[in-house]
């Protein structure tokens, strides 16, 4: 687990699960996946396969412009409308 972001408005956790050696081949697909919290609307997501891929690859290239929080928080914020689970705190 690695806190990738963390602004005001949302977090951004990767997990990643190791792959079993055994199992890996070539071109093997990992296991794992992204949690974004949007901590205002008290919602969030777990996103896992091609669409934790195409929002690895959107902030990848968005990091590349040296992004304000602002313009990170709002690339965030279109995987808000996803969030369907309620924030629960234990």
Request: proline share 3%.
């Amino acid at each position: 687990m690695n806190m990738l972001y963390n602004s005001d408005s949302f977090a951004v956790v990767q997990f990643e699960v190791p792959v079993d050696a055994d199992h890996a081949g070539a071109g093997a697909l990992t296991r794992g996946g992204y949690e974004i919290v949007d901590k205002f609307a008290r919602k969030e997501i777990f996103i896992e396969g091609a669409l934790a891929e195409s929002f690895k690859l959107g902030a990848q290239a968005l990091i590349q412009t040296s992004p304000s929080v602002e313009e990170l928080d709002e690339y965030i914020e279109r995987f808000s409308a996803l969030m369907q689970q309620p924030l629960v705190a234990h």
